[in-house]
């Protein structure tokens, strides 16, 4: 069902920071640009591994969704695991099928792509991200 | 510095329940077998995902160090994040130059080779294991 893990979501309270952190540790080229998405009340920065991503992500505004994080972990911490599917709404209907709670409707996620989240209590506390393969990725 | 990811640690009250989700989720050969690691006071199950792995982690015995977690997060969650490096002692000398907190000697980890941990304070929250690749591997 679950494809490749397209990223590690790591909440932090200054992407700044550590950004510069994992410059040392992976390499000057490896570290993308941050950006803001508004919509989701984050500001995000994409990492790059040999083989996967680590996406670092930092409250955008007051209704940030990661501010309880932070509270709970102000030195920041992991904070989901991202999987990628060739087909969102088939695989928001199969979690469904599964009695997994899907947490909204797909909506337009870091890449571009549609995501959803599941809820962590049905995937073994982890809160897990289900991200449409970029398009020519599959 | 550092190389691919090799696994995503995920403690968990109960190995046998969530190896079930992850045959559903990933497939029934994705899923290994679960073996105890009695120095390290846990019993770990890798899950094959198309480009890296989860390591699913439940306690054994009394003085098992992931206690304290599970005892903050009983659903169980990510625990940690592991890093393949080529040469074990050359990685801790090479964190311990920038500072950071290695947590004490090499010892030989889930996969056979030599691994240490770095303080989560000195990467951003993340308790980060840092492993040497498998020979051939490189």
């Given at each position: 069902m679950l494809g490749r893990v397209n990223h590690v979501g790591v909440a932090t309270p200054s992407i700044e920071q550590w950004a510069e952190r994992y410059r040392v540790l992976l390499g000057a080229e490896a570290v993308g640009e941050p950006f803001d998405l508004p919509a989701q009340g984050v500001r995000v920065c994409f990492v790059d591994a040999p083989n996967t991503q680590i996406e670092l992500i930092e409250p955008l505004g007051?209704?940030?969704?990661i501010h309880g994080f932070l509270a709970r972990n102000p030195a920041g911490g992991q904070h989901h695991l991202c999987y990628e599917v060739p087909d969102i709404h088939r695989a928001k209907a199969w979690f469904e099928e599964q009695g997994m709670r899907v947490l909204g409707e797909p909506r337009i996620g870091a890449h571009g792509t549609p995501i959803f989240f599941v809820h962590p209590k049905d995937m073994g506390g982890v809160l897990t991200e289900i991200m449409e393969s970029p398009r020519g990725e599959h």
């Open positions: 007051e209704g940030s969704p």
